[in-house]
Every structure is written in C-alpha cells, then in structure tokens.
C-alpha cells in the first residue's frame, strides 16, 4: 500500500524512444516535501525522467502513483499541480508580465495579477518596475531563465520539477534560483525534484541524491561508472587499463556487458599502497574535490585517476586523520569483486 | 525608351485625374482578392495547422500533394472553374461566370495551397520545447493550440502575405472566369494585358504602378502590426 506521505511512486518503470530503453526503474519513491537532486551524464535519462513525473508523457510500461492514485498523464487536473523548467526555458513571444502570468490565466486566476508577479519576480532577484514590461528578447540567459522560475513559483506548484537550473547562469542566478527553490519547499511544502551536472550545487539543495546511468536508477545518489572496452584475461576478469598504465581488475561476466558500477561505499582512501591481497585494486590518484554532504554530515571526495573520476564518501575523523585536501595524492582501493555489471 | 518615359507621366495623370477606368479595375482587384484571401485563411489556416500538428497516417503524401498544389497553373484553374460555372457546367445555375464572385473563388483555389503548405511548415517548426512548456504550465488542448498559432502569428502573416502577393498579381484566372469586362469584372492585371496588347503602354505602367503600391500599403501594414 503506498503511503499518502508519498509525492511519486514508480513501479517497474520502462520507457522506450524506438527500440532504445531509456528508462528502466524498479521501484522509485518521492517523498512530499523533499528535494531530490537527480545525477547523471548526459543521455542518461534525467529529462526523460522528468518528463515522466511532469506527466507531460506516459511511459511505455509501469506506473506512476502521484499521492497514491494513479493519475492519467495530460490530465487538466495534474497539470494544475505539478510543473517543470526546461533545460532551455522557452519564453512566449510576450512582455515578461504575460510570461508570468500565463500558467495563472489558464487557471482562470486573475486576482492581484500585479502583486503576484511582483512578489514572483523579488523571488528571483528581479525587479518588477524594470523588467516585467521587458519582452521576451530583451533579457539574458540568465534573466530567461530566472523568469521562467518565476512563471513556475507564481503557482505555488505542488511539484516543481528542475532540469539543469543553473546550466548556463552565473553563480548569482545560481544561487538565487537555489534560494527560490528552497522557499517554495519551505513556504508552500513543495516536492523538488533538480537534474543538474554542478554537484556542488545539487547537494547544497538536495535531500537526497539519485544517480542515472543509461536509464538505471541508483538510489545511494552519485556512484562510480566504467564503461568499456574491457580485456578479458584468465576467464573471468576484465581488465581496464588506463592512459597513465595503471590497470582496473574486476571479475566479470559475460563479455557483452560492458559497464561496471563502482558503489562509492566500496571504496577507501589511503595515501600508500598496500601489500598482498591480489584481487585489491590500488590506483594512485589526486584528491580532486570533497562536498559536504548536508543529510549524513558526510564528505564526497572526488579522486581524479588519469581520465577517470572515482567518487567516494568520507567521514570528517578520515579526512582530518589522513589530512586530506584537493591536490593531495591519494590511493584508492577497491576489491575486484566489489563490483556490479549493467 | 521614350515610350516608357511617357508612360510613366501618362500614369501619374490617370491616377490624379481619378480616371474611372482605372479606379474600377483597382476597386474590382481589391475586392476579389480581399474576399479570396479572407476565404483561404479561413479554410488554410485551420487545414494547415492539422496537417503541421498533427501525426497521421498518410501525413507525407497529403504533403505531396499540397507542394505540388501550389505549382498550379493560374490557367488551369480558370479552365477548372469556368468548367464548373459555365452554362453548361454543374454550377452554371448559380450565374457566377463572368462575376468578381467567380473571380474569387478560383483565386481561393490558388491561394488556399500557399496558405496551408505556409501554416503547416510554420507549425511544424514549432520549437519543441514550447508545446513542454504549455503542457507543464498547466495548458489544456485549446489553450496549447491558439498559444501556438500566436507564437507563429509571423509565420502565419508571412503566409498571408504570400498568398495574398500571389493572388493580386495572376491574369489567367481573372482573364478566364471574369472575362475583362470594363468596369464590371476588369481588375488591374487584365486591364494591363489589355492595354499593352493594344499597344497602350501609359495605361498598362499606370496600372502596373498602381499593382506595386496595393502590394506596399498591405506589406507596410502588415510590418505595422508585426512590431506592435
């Protein structure tokens, strides 16, 4: 039974463009009220993702339960609640008065149009007298961008559904599109699910993160990928050697599948290699970049090796005890069977 | 060269003197081709955006035909609709041959192709992320749909205006269905064919200067409205 404190529930999502799977979620849940930040490569089915919980489609298989009922996609009802800022936001061919004041027009919600836009506007840092009589052409990326936000918040949205926010404004928009959102939450309840490349930023806003890979959800947030080619030796593992010549050893399948998963709780750091153990991988590395991870109090370091990004979380005693910083050469060390294939 | 020269002179008498030769062939092509274009927006707008919105079975060859639709020979629709409305056609009841009405519904049959193919194309360059955002913003079907013709309103007026500069300007139909009848179905591009077949250049420039000054007032109007 799927509990009404639930925004999303996915069950045995898939969803296919042509014969490519796009979209292969098991089970999925969103809680109300919660800001969940969504990693993944490009292609990797965040938008499509999106997409889906906008109801702005249908997937190919499974269910989509939105507060526990399933809720037929394109539906007047559903599209009153829930919406989604595009990658590029796309502004109508109007003042950005009318931008914002479409979604509440088609609402019939004509009241105190002005008041609203105003307040809708300071949200994002924009001053009315300025630029609510602006068209559309008159504003920059960044400008675009934070209007369309702000066409978003004017109806206090049950679900507000971002995808790549901040992918092409400065830091001051960033910032401030991350204070929007987190009022919206704060003031309204509003469920907050953010696609976005700039990690830094999604966990300084997010709950909880999901990580996609070709489609694939992992739900601890950010996980290591490799993707082949693999050379397979002695039967049953693969080998990844690397532009510096240092080799990743896993044991693996069958040889078509190609990607392996790297759990960042598989991995440890040290700052010199170990003796024995065969089957342990030890790359040498530097430290590259650590997040403060707000809900476990947590570290994600990011370790560069060669060409390679390895992330992995760290408790502040390790980080102080191995006086870690980025910069500083690192080993990795993770065992060869601790891996999962897709 | 000299004749030219006159003729240009010849033409800025007919038009202050208030020639009514002229004036009732200006009258009479600005008559039929208001009501042809009126008609074809009204049938090719809503056609055009069917075919540019929608995906159906047999989308590309309905395309086909209308690209070839819009390659139709003036002279063949005049031969069509005089077919049809003559004496001894299925419509020749309704007396429309030698009639401004006939005039204009073979004009409707020329531009309404330039009105659907233009609207169709226009909406089918629809940015796609535009239908997203209507559809997330809460648009329901109507809403999406006239959102979307006003996003392409330039579109749709560039449609018009090529329709319309299409229309003004043909011979055959008016020639064949409105048998340039002075002051009754003669409009300025029979009236020019007249006149210079019978060697009478002056007139025929007047006209022609007249044609290029109808086609300016709608295009400057229509610039007008585009930055409003």
Redesign the interface.
């Known amino acids: 039974m799927t509990k009404i404190n639930l925004t999303y529930h996915l069950k045995n999502i898939r969803h296919y463009y042509g014969n490519t799977k796009v979209l292969d979620i098991e089970d999925l849940k969103i809680e109300k009220g919660s800001i969940t930040g969504l990693i993944g490569p490009n292609g990797s089915g965040k938008t499509t993702l999106l997409?889906l919980l906008?109801f702005?489609g249908r997937p190919t298989a499974g269910n989509i339960l939105y507060n526990g009922r399933q809720e037929f996609p394109?539906s007047?009802t559903i599209?009153?609640k829930?919406?989604?800022?595009?990658q590029?936001?796309?502004l109508?061919?109007r003042t950005v008065f009318e931008n914002i004041v479409?979604?509440l027009k088609?609402?019939k919600d004509k009241e105190y149009l002005e008041t609203r836009v105003k307040k809708a506007l300071s949200t994002v840092g924009l001053d009315y007298q300025d630029f609510a009589p602006r068209k559309w052409h008159e504003l920059s990326g960044g400008e675009a961008q934070r209007v369309a936000m702000a066409?978003?918040l004017i109806?206090k949205p049950e679900v507000l559904?971002l995808d790549e926010p901040i992918a092409s404004v400065d830091a001051k928009s960033a910032k401030l599109i991350r204070e929007a959102s987190l009022k919206a939450r704060d003031t309204w309840g509003t469920t907050l699910v953010i696609a976005s490349h700039d990690l830094q930023w999604l966990y300084s806003i997010s709950d909880r993160q999901l990580s996609l890979f070709k489609g694939n959800i992992f739900s601890t947030g950010i996980e290591n990928i490799i993707t082949g080619p693999f050379e397979k030796i002695n039967g049953e593992s693969l080998v990844k050697t690397l532009g510096d010549g240092q080799a990743i050893t896993l044991k693996g399948p069958a040889p078509k599948v190609c990607t392996a998963v790297i759990k960042k709780d598989s991995i440890s750091i040290d700052l010199k290699k170990q003796a024995g153990d065969s089957g342990l991988n030890q790359l040498s590395g530097l430290l590259a970049s650590m997040l403060l991870e707000k809900k476990s109090g947590h570290i994600m370091a990011t370790v560069s090796i060669h060409d390679l990004s390895f992330v992995l979380r760290l408790t502040p005693d390790k980080i102080s005890r191995l006086n870690l910083y980025p910069g500083k050469k690192v080993i990795l060390r993770f065992h060869s069977n601790e891996v999962e294939w897709i | 060269m000299d004749f030219i020269v006159a003729g240009f002179i010849k033409a800025i008498e007919l038009l202050v003197s208030g020639d009514s030769s002229t004036w009732t062939a200006v009258l009479a092509t600005l008559q039929v081709s208001t009501c042809s274009m009126l008609l074809s927006i009204g049938a090719g707008l809503p056609c055009g955006f069917v075919i540019g919105y929608f995906d159906f079975k047999y989308k590309k060859h309905v395309r086909t035909l209308l690209d070839t639709l819009l390659a139709l020979p003036t002279v063949f629709i005049g031969l069509a609709v005089y077919a049809f409305i003559s004496h001894q056609g299925p419509l020749g009841e309704m007396g429309l041959l030698f009639t401004l009405t006939g005039i204009a519904i073979g004009q409707t049959i020329l531009a309404f192709p330039i009105v659907t193919a233009i609207t169709a194309s226009t909406i089918e360059n629809i940015d796609q992320d535009l239908k997203l955002t209507l559809v997330t913003l809460g648009a329901g079907k109507r809403h999406i749909i006239a959102t979307c013709l006003w996003e392409v309103r330039y579109g749709i007026l560039a449609a018009a205006v090529t329709a319309y500069g299409r229309v003004l300007t043909e011979v055959g139909i008016s020639m064949m269905v409105g048998g340039n009848i002075k002051y009754q179905t003669r409009t300025v591009t029979t009236a020019i064919a007249l006149e210079t077949s019978k060697g009478l250049f002056a007139d025929g420039i007047a006209l022609g200067i007249v044609l290029i000054m109808i086609a300016f007032i709608v295009n400057l109007s229509l610039s007008f409205l585009r930055r409003q």
């Open positions: 997409k906008a702005a394109f007047p599209r009153s829930v919406t989604l800022l595009t590029k936001p796309y109508l061919k479409y979604g088609i609402r066409a978003r109806l559904l």
